[in-house]
């Protein structure tokens, strides 16, 4: 239980005083009333004795009585009703509520830190009032009347005969028949005259003659004249006198409920009181029967106009809770006691210590001597002779009978002689006056006798007093008896069906209990008596149990907060709102934030609910906002009902201050870091066959990796626009903002273009959300940003839509548990910094349209549009953390989060705005196809454009063209069947030689040390002014890895004018483009075994080229044609096709091989030397009647793009740094020796048949040769994975890399060649010897001197090559020394003899090269040359 004022030892005593009745005439209430007080009220502040008395007990012996108090009240002959004092008692408990601002005590018990209120003063109000308000009862006389004072006047006629009279009503009260209340304890009750006198309006001589008169006739010990009224009311404001009544009457007791006549100074406040209250002050009963009293009717009687519905527990409660308050409000302009001093406040102490002693206490004296001198006579002859006889005869103790064996003899009554009471009487009459052991023997004997007569009401009210005076005991001789008051309590409940005497059982004992710190004891006793009949009564003592739960040795904070919230649900139920909620409250503390999600939303919304009721608007809403924002396991009508409990509460809020801020509402959930920010306007959909650029959207997913590419190509194009470096103020353009992007900088926004927000919105209820009218939130100050100085600086709000237009949704609907975005649109109008604050919205749900008595929705209304229930206008606001910084050592060790400026854009000037669109653009392609496709640039903005550029990591994929192409192409329509190349008819003569061509590599936008990747876009006049539009055509190849191409453009344009903000904007691209196989093209090259060209030069070679179909798309592309093999070289150039066959157009079918052979020769030295060295010769062999010139786009766009990027990825392979530079200068000669750097282009034409119709692609492929002997391919290869090698555990001790050059690259530094005659006719009978002269030419082929040594030993390399070739000798010298300067020819005149006729291999002369200042010798390779097969014939 919570903490008392009083102890327990003060509390019983103060609950069980002596009771005197108060009789007076009309004139002494009216001197009374002068002061707005009856005269019981008027004693009622001094009624506590300020000094020890004392009396003897029975033996004699000297007893002495602390702190005694008499409680003194008007008489009332008819019973309280029940209802009434239920209703007392709930205006006391609604009256008494926490003091503002009273510091609660921190109870920390494991993880909980509770507030919670030390004291209970509600509690303890109400059980003041309870055990003063009891009704007197037969079987106990605790409050009994033990005494009468008759008051009358000194100022009536005759004021004996008036004492007289009262004295005679007295008496026919108590002892006629009539009167059944109120009770007397004997009946010779005490009798005090009081005469009363006004010391400012009476005489005081016949006061006190009259007051002689009455001792004379009343003795002094039975008679007091007390002096009141020493001043007039009308001076009352001269001194301040203190008003000890008011705390009194303020606590509504059952004391103050006293009958009299209203004075002449009623508040006029009272007229606006209900009528329906009860009259507290009794003021308005009226003098009948001649009475000066009306006994007739208790000032608790209720009402009879107040009809059922008023009662406690119906519905109307709050009449209850404000009656207290009227009451109140009546008594505050009421001056208690205006006409008495201080003075007098003495007289009336000295008065009650004068009755006390000498009239009241001499007279329980003599009562007790008298009621123990019956008793001891009647005691020795009867009873406890006959009891004593039992058992002795019984020969053992009588078993006691259990509670539940015993009858209902609840009815039992006894006269009021009878012995038994007697007995009760004694032991009620020492309790009184605090004489503890005797009232203990007492009790106890009275116990046994009514226990033996099984009149059980009496025995439970003898038990009940036993067990409290066993524990008032000084000293304590005997433990508390706590059965006692267990059987007492069981047999008030559950025997006699007395909640009321239950209840005050219950009270003093869990009172004796918790003073003996036996909390859960007291606890389980207070929850005994919870029952349906009081709601009050259980819920202030659940509330208790609670308390003593938390005030346990280890205190139970759940079972504490469980019985909290019962004592919550029965406060409620009672009408006491306010005491439930403060109960809801506490338990709140405990199962806040456990987990506990139902019991959480269960008390919230019992807060909302109460706090609505008592209008405490914020509270309400925030309890509900509990609700709905925790993440709720509610079913979805209970989360119905808690939304529109929640919209109805808010709703009320708002109403209160229409014009107040918008409230923040909790639904429906804003991830704000997913915002994303969109600068620009929507993508265009695709018109026909013109397809958008498809740049940023939010329809596309966040990646990093192309996030990255994209900044990467833009930081290419401004490096080249700023002469190679990327400015310090540079910052990638972000045209959608998220929180992957760097947010860090103010974004910039172009005034006119439209800024969209994208808001992550989610429904955590299962219910929908219907939000309408939802808009941002914003704020704009208007800013130049030209550099003047702007003196004014203007906020703006909302309104005003000419600067910043909003775009509104009308309706957006969020189903169940369901996370969806919206796009809201703001278009400044206006320069500037505008914030993006918020969203705002009117929250509301829907109603699935019900249909009343069948019928259906009326046929005006709209079914299909969402019936709205409620709405309710609010905001949330979007608040992004920025990312955490981690750069310097102070950011690392605390945590700092930098800005997001996503919602804080700049508005900037106008700005040129580019829209590219592609027409016939494709989506697969056969790889190496080229196709011819348009683009559109069109400026949809106001701003003339200049400083086209588009930017691609994949340059090969496309060109528009060089300066040979002719600016003003055809429309795209009227180009569609036309070739993508510029072609020649061309002589069916002159097939077999090559048409020769050459261009510069520089008119293709590749030239030295530039950007292959940036290409300008030739627009005519390099700008495009507002609205223009402008068609280039663009040729397209298809990459040579077959699969799904993702290729980004990057398109960046300036404006004319330059502008501080943005320097320039950018547009991107992706194309997907999907490619299938088409032809694999292998080539080699090799040295021809001719050592002259047709201009006596050396340096002929051959061209070996193998082209292979590997198309398997199923039967679309039937064949392919190659149309003409092309050449481009620097150097070098196709000269003719070795070997032509009959069938002009070389065909290849599905997975058909075929192999061509070419002579490629040397460019004259004229061109070469005259030539830049970017001129490039083409030449180009056909195998049809149409020439592809080869130099003209697109042919050379891609073959120079396709060169570009191959020379782009040698250069990446790391250069080997070598020790001796002497090494490199060899690497690089003999390398240079077997190097060619030969490009050859397929051109091929497939025939495709798609929808029964044939169509035809174009296509090329590249090979570029760079050494000699080395195979080269179109496609790339593919790395083989290297096979599992076993793990090597020691270094290799060789890790240099070797600085020497390949035996391959050696072997290329000569080339040999044997000259010879076919056949030579020889008479072996002649001459056994055949003779034959043969001439080795030896070439030098680098540019070196290079030592030769030529041996002509045969060294056959198997035996097989004996059998076949044969043997022959070399005549003369075996072995040649001879020194090649750089591309010298040198020729051997050697002699072979042959002694048989055959055939022979005269290839076997073995030919060893070194650089003259070199030492390894390597022997020359003669893999590549033919067999020198000579035919001997005999003759």
């Known amino acids: 239980m919570a903490q008392c004022v009083q102890s327990v030892q003060e509390l019983i005593p103060d609950s069980f005083v002596p009771c005197v009745a108060a009789l007076c005439s009309d004139e002494a209430e009216r001197l009374t009333r002068l002061n707005h007080l009856s005269f019981a009220e008027l004693l009622r502040p001094f009624s506590r004795l300020t000094s020890e008395v004392h009396m003897r007990d029975p033996n004699n012996q000297l007893h002495v009585i602390k702190n005694l108090k008499i409680a003194v009240s008007n008489i009332i002959t008819q019973p309280p009703h029940p209802g009434a004092i239920r209703k007392l008692l709930s205006d006391v408990v609604s009256g008494s509520q926490p003091a503002e601002g009273l510091v609660a005590n921190v109870i920390t018990a494991g993880d909980y830190d509770l507030n919670i209120s030390a004291t209970t003063p509600w509690f303890e109000s109400y059980r003041e009032t309870f055990l003063q308000s009891m009704p007197a009862s037969d079987h106990e006389f605790l409050n009994h009347y033990l005494a009468c004072m008759l008051v009358a006047s000194s100022s009536e006629a005759e004021p004996v005969e008036q004492f007289s009279k009262l004295s005679q009503e007295q008496h026919r009260i108590q002892h006629n028949s009539d009167y059944s209340y109120p009770k007397w304890f004997i009946p010779n009750t005490l009798k005090y005259y009081v005469l009363l006198h006004d010391v400012s309006a009476g005489d005081e001589q016949r006061a006190e003659s009259i007051y002689e008169e009455m001792k004379q006739k009343y003795g002094t010990q039975g008679c007091y004249l007390l002096k009141i009224n020493s001043r007039t009311s009308n001076r009352a404001s001269d001194e301040q006198i203190p008003d000890p009544w008011s705390q009194y009457l303020q606590k509504n007791s059952i004391q103050n409920q006293e009958s009299y006549e209203d004075g002449p100074c009623t508040v006029t406040s009272n007229k606006n009181s209900d009528s329906n209250l009860l009259s507290l002050d009794g003021l308005d009963n009226e003098v009948k029967d001649g009475l000066p009293n009306n006994f007739r009717v208790h000032p608790l009687q209720l009402d009879p106009s107040s009809d059922s519905s008023n009662s406690i527990d119906g519905p109307d409660h709050v009449k209850s809770a404000s009656s207290l308050h009227e009451t109140k409000k009546t008594n505050t302009g009421i001056i208690h006691g205006a006409c008495l001093t201080l003075t007098d406040h003495d007289r009336i102490r000295q008065f009650i210590q004068e009755f006390t002693f000498r009239g009241l206490l001499p007279h329980i004296e003599k009562t007790i001597r008298q009621l123990n001198d019956q008793l001891i006579s009647r005691k020795g002859l009867s009873r406890s002779l006959f009891s004593a006889t039992k058992k002795w005869f019984s020969g053992s103790k009588v078993p006691e009978k259990s509670i539940n064996d015993l009858k209902n003899t609840s009815g039992l009554l006894y006269p009021p002689e009878a012995p038994e009471l007697q007995i009760r009487k004694m032991a009620d009459l020492c309790f009184l006056v605090q004489h503890y052991d005797l009232a203990y023997n007492c009790y106890h004997t009275a116990k046994k006798d009514f226990l033996n007569d099984q009149a059980m009401l009496y025995a439970a009210g003898a038990l009940e007093m036993a067990a409290v005076s066993a524990f008032l005991q000084p000293g304590a001789p005997r433990p508390y008896p706590a059965h006692y008051m267990d059987t007492a309590i069981q047999t008030y409940r559950d025997i006699c069906k007395n909640m009321v005497l239950a209840e005050r059982c219950v009270l003093l004992s869990a009172e004796i209990l918790k003073s003996q710190s036996k909390y859960s004891e007291a606890a389980a006793l207070l929850i005994r008596l919870t029952s349906e009949d009081s709601d009050l009564r259980s819920a202030l003592l659940l509330e208790q149990a609670a308390h003593c739960f938390i005030n346990m040795k280890s205190p139970m904070v759940r079972k504490y907060a469980f019985h909290m919230i019962l004592a919550g649900h029965r406060f409620s139920k009672a009408g006491q709102k306010k005491h439930a909620l403060r109960c809801y409250c506490q338990a709140m503390q405990v199962y806040k934030g456990k987990g506990w999600s139902l019991a959480e939303d269960h008390i919230n919304f019992t807060i909302g609910r109460q706090s609505y009721t008592l209008r405490q608007l914020d509270n309400a809403v925030s309890a509900f906002r509990h609700i709905l924002i925790n993440e709720s396991k509610q079913s979805a009508a209970q989360q119905g009902a808690f939304l529109r409990e929640y919209l109805y509460v808010y709703k009320n809020v708002s109403q209160l201050s229409p014009d107040g801020p918008l409230p923040q509402l909790p639904l429906p959930y804003i991830n704000s870091s997913a915002t994303r920010v969109f600068f620009g306007h929507d993508r265009r959909p695709a018109d026909g066959e013109k397809q958008a650029a498809t740049h940023v959207s939010l329809d596309q997913e966040y990646d990093y990796e192309s996030s990255q590419q994209w900044r990467e190509l833009e930081e290419q194009v401004v490096a080249l626009v700023n002469k190679g470096v990327i400015p310090s103020n540079f910052h990638p353009t972000q045209y959608c903002l998220n929180s992957y992007s760097d947010n860090s900088k103010f974004p910039l926004a172009v005034v006119e273009e439209p800024i969209t927000v994208e808001v992550a919105f989610r429904n955590p209820l299962k219910v929908p959300l219907l939000l309408t009218d939802l808009s941002l939130l914003w704020k704009f100050q208007p800013k130049d940003f030209s550099g003047k100085n702007n003196e004014e600086v203007k906020e703006l709000v909302t309104s005003e839509p000419e600067m910043i237009g909003t775009e509104v949704i009308s309706e957006f609907l969020i189903n169940s548990e369901e996370s969806k975005v919206a796009r809201l649109k703001l278009f400044p109008h206006h320069i500037g910094e505008l914030h993006i604050l918020g969203v705002v919205y009117n929250l509301g749900t829907i109603q699935s349209s019900m249909t009343v008595d069948g019928i259906g929705a009326p046929p005006g209304c709209h079914t299909e549009k969402h019936s709205l229930s409620m709405l309710v206008r609010g905001r949330q606001d979007l608040e992004i953390q920025g990312p955490r910084l981690n750069n310097t050592k102070e950011e690392k060790t605390s945590i700092k989060y930098g800005p997001d400026r996503r919602l804080d854009p700049i508005i900037t000037e106008e700005m040129p705005l580019l829209e590219v ?519």
């Open 917 to 1435: 669109f592609f027409i016939h653009f494709p989506t697969g392609l056969l790889c190496g196809e080229i196709r011819k496709a348009y683009v559109e640039f069109v400026n949809v903005s106001k701003c003339p454009l200049t400083g086209l550029k588009v930017v691609s990591k994949r340059p090969e994929f496309f060109t528009f063209g060089g300066n040979t192409a002719v600016l003003t192409p055809l429309s795209p329509s009227a180009s569609e069947n036309c070739s993508a190349y510029k072609t020649a008819v061309t002589d069916a003569a002159s097939v077999c030689t090559a048409f020769t061509s050459s261009a510069s590599s520089v008119d293709f936008g590749i030239g030295v040390g530039s950007h292959p990747e940036v290409i300008p876009v030739p627009l005519p006049d390099t700008v495009l002014l507002p609205g223009a539009s402008v068609q280039l055509p663009m040729w397209l190849r298809g990459p040579d890895e077959e699969g799904v191409h993702e290729i980004n453009f990057l398109f960046y344009y300036e404006s004319v004018k330059k502008l501080p903000k943005i320097r320039h904007r950018i547009l991107r691209h992706t194309a997907v483009i999907c490619t299938s196989r088409s032809l694999n093209v292998r080539a080699t090259v090799c040295r021809s075994n001719s050592l002259e060209d047709e201009e006596g030069r050396g340096g002929n070679m051959l061209v070996f080229v193998d082209v292979e179909n590997v198309n398997t798309s199923e039967a679309s592309v039937k064949e392919f044609h190659i149309v003409q093999v092309s050449s481009s070289s620097k150097h070098w150039k196709l000269h003719k096709s070795v070997n032509l066959s009959e069938n002009k157009d070389a065909k290849l079918g599905s997975r058909e091989k075929g192999k061509f052979c070419f002579k490629a020769i040397r460019c004259k030295e004229k061109e070469v030397a005259t030539q830049s060295s970017e001129k490039y010769t083409f030449a180009d062999i056909i195998f049809g009647n149409e020439q592809i010139i080869s130099s003209a786009s697109p042919c050379a766009d891609f073959f120079y793009r396709s060169l570009s990027s191959e020379l782009k990825k040698s250069q990446v392979q790391p250069s080997v740094h070598t020790e001796k530079h002497s090494a490199a200068d060899a690497v690089r000669l003999i390398q240079k020796c077997s190097a060619v750097d030969l490009n050859v282009v397929i051109l091929w034409k497939a025939y495709v048949v798609e929808d029964s119709k044939q169509l035809i692609l174009e296509g090329q492929h590249h090979i570029i040769l760079h050494t000699i002997g080395k195979e080269a391919f179109s496609y790339p290869q593919k790395q083989e994975p290297p096979e599992m090698e076993l793990l090597k555990f020691f270094r290799s001790e060789n890790t240099t890399v070797s600085s020497r050059p390949s035996v391959e690259q050696f072997s290329n530094l000569i080339k040999t060649s044997l000259h010879y005659p076919e056949s030579f006719n020889h008479p072996f009978h002649q001459k056994s010897l055949c003779l034959v002269p043969v001439t080795l030419l030896l070439s030098n082929c680098s540019e070196a001197d290079v030592d030769v040594i030529v041996d002509l030993r045969h060294k056959p390399t198997s035996p097989e090559s004996l059998e076949i070739h044969g043997s022959f000798t070399w005549l003369g010298q075996t072995q040649y020394k001879l020194r090649l300067k750089g591309e010298e020819i040198h020729s051997l005149q050697l002699k072979a003899c042959f002694v048989h006729t055959g055939v022979y291999n005269l290839g076997t002369p073995r030919v060893f090269a070194k650089l003259s200042d070199q030492l390894t010798v390597v022997e020359t390779s003669q893999q590549n040359s033919m067999p020198a097969l000579i035919i001997i014939n005999n003759v």
